[in-house]
T-cell receptor, first 116, second 114 residues
């Protein structure tokens, strides 16, 4: 069964500093990977996704993520964090074309706090 | 950009009552889903629906839950007899095809059972 691990529950960074949120997945075949952001009381906004091809994917709001098959990771990065980036970030995986169904399996989330 | 629309945005109901949460998926999508997020926890899969039948469901999706696509545009989640622990944010989603292509979430319905 597919699973997602986000090892950092809380992260605090200073505004303008770089950011990396970790995500590790477990899936037998090539997964489809997603990062979502959720502001308090709000829905899920898709930041970026990886299906195939270039392992470095660009998303909205200046975020990027790199798929590393050898490490089973899909870490989210941003070179310079803005105060408005404070939110909860979820990594998610779906089984891809080879199976695993269509359900998204989410990690437990990383709460990002930005200090001014 | 096409959206998944959920109504209502908030619902308060008494324990034991039936509730129906409504969703309008993106029109050309073929796969429909419900997810749940209890306050402060991660998003959990409830059920997926394709070709007018349930294609997969989680252990959370017990006999108290049902889904329906009553017409060509709506997708509903019914909870027959609500419990306090059903209080959560419920997200509807739809996708074009297998593997999560075009996966789009609605903004959610916050259900509070009192």
């Amino acid at each position: 069964a597919q699973s997602v691990t986000q090892p950092d529950i809380h992260i605090t960074v200073s505004e303008g500093a770089s950011l990396e949120l970790r995500c590790n997945y477990s899936y037998g075949a090539t997964p489809y990977l997603f990062w979502y952001v959720q502001s308090p009381g709000q829905g899920l906004q898709l930041l970026l996704k990886y299906f195939s091809g270039d392992t470095l994917v660009q998303g909205i709001k200046g975020f990027e993520a790199e798929f590393k098959r050898s490490q089973s990771s899909f870490n989210l990065r941003k070179p310079s964090v803005h105060w408005s980036d404070a939110a909860e970030y979820f990594c998610a995986v779906v089984g891809g074309l080879t199976g695993g169904g269509n359900k998204l399996t989410f990690g437990t989330g990383t709460q990002l706090k930005v200090e001014l | 950009e096409p959206e998944v629309t959920q109504t209502p945005s908030h619902q308060v109901t008494q324990m034991g009552q039936e509730v129906i949460l409504r969703c309008v998926p993106i029109s050309n999508h073929l796969y429909f889903y419900w997810y749940r997020q209890i306050l402060g926890q991660k998003v959990e899969f409830l059920v997926s629906f394709y070709n007018n039948e349930i294609s997969e469901k989680s252990e959370i999706f017990d006999d108290q839950f049902s889904v329906e696509r009553p017409d060509g545009s709506n997708f509903t989640l019914k909870i027959r007899s609500t419990k306090l622990e059903d209080s959560a944010m419920y997200f509807c989603a739809s996708s074009e095809g297998v593997g999560g292509n075009g996966y789009t979430f609605g903004s959610g319905t916050r259900l509070t059972v009192v």
